[in-house]
């Protein structure tokens, strides 16, 4: 019985998260849904990535415009992870994150502390290490927090005002 009883929690928690998880990209898809055309530039970036399409799209197009913007930012290449745009995570938590998991080894004593990370935090990690180096990655953030930006934005706060500078 108890074992029931806890898979039955175990399950119910996981669908929780799915759940969390399913209602920001659909908060996100609302949200774009009332600007097509800035939907369209943040599938095309979502899917050939930040980098492709800072290589192809045209200056003085909404694209153009989107990609640079984000391309000026530490935290731009968040834009790829999907509901990131509606994520009311803080960005210094966020940022603080990544510092601290840059400043540990990877080992058995580590890996909790990853997994209490989230999988959010560790979606972006992957996405903006695919942009930077480890290094260069801390120096940003930590250029970004001395200039005291974002303190207490949220990470969709802070993507959403990127992208509707071009709007």
């Known amino acids: 019985m108890k074992r029931f009883l806890f898979c039955g929690i175990g399950l119910v928690a996981l669908a929780g998260c799915d759940f969390l998880g399913d209602s920001k990209a659909q908060i996100e898809q609302q949200?774009?849904?009332n600007n097509q055309e800035l939907e369209q530039v943040i599938e095309d970036i979502r899917t050939h990535g930040l980098t492709a399409m800072s290589q192809s799209a045209e200056a003085g197009?909404?694209?153009?415009?989107?990609?640079?913007?984000?391309?000026?930012?530490?935290?731009?290449?968040?834009i790829e992870v999907e509901g990131a745009l509606?994520?009311?995570?803080?960005?210094?938590?966020?940022?603080?994150?990544?510092?601290?998991?840059?400043?540990q080894?990877?080992?058995?004593e580590s890996?909790?502390?990853?997994?209490?990370?989230?999988?959010?935090?560790?979606?972006?990690?992957k996405t903006l290490l695919a942009n930077y180096e480890l290094a260069e990655l801390q120096q940003q953030v930590q250029?970004?927090?001395?200039?005291?930006?974002?303190k207490s934005e949220d990470i969709g706060?802070?993507?959403?005002?990127?992208?509707?500078?071009?709007q």
Do not use: F, W
């Not at 250029?143 to 974002?150: D, M």
């Not at 706060?157 to 071009?166: A, D, F, G, K, P």
């Open 31 to 33: 949200y774009l849904a």
């Open 86 to 103: 509606q994520d009311s995570a803080n960005l210094a938590d966020l940022m603080d994150t990544i510092t601290g998991l840059a400043d």
């Open 61 to 78: 197009t909404l694209a153009g415009c989107v990609v640079k913007q984000l391309n000026g930012d530490p935290m731009g290449a968040m």
């Open 105 to 108: 080894e990877l080992s058995m």
């Open 111 to 125: 890996l909790p502390g990853l997994l209490q990370a989230g999988a959010d935090t560790m979606s972006y990690l």
């Open 157 to 166: 706060t802070h993507l959403r005002s990127l992208v509707e500078q071009c």
């Open 143 to 150: 250029s970004l927090l001395e200039q005291g930006q974002s």
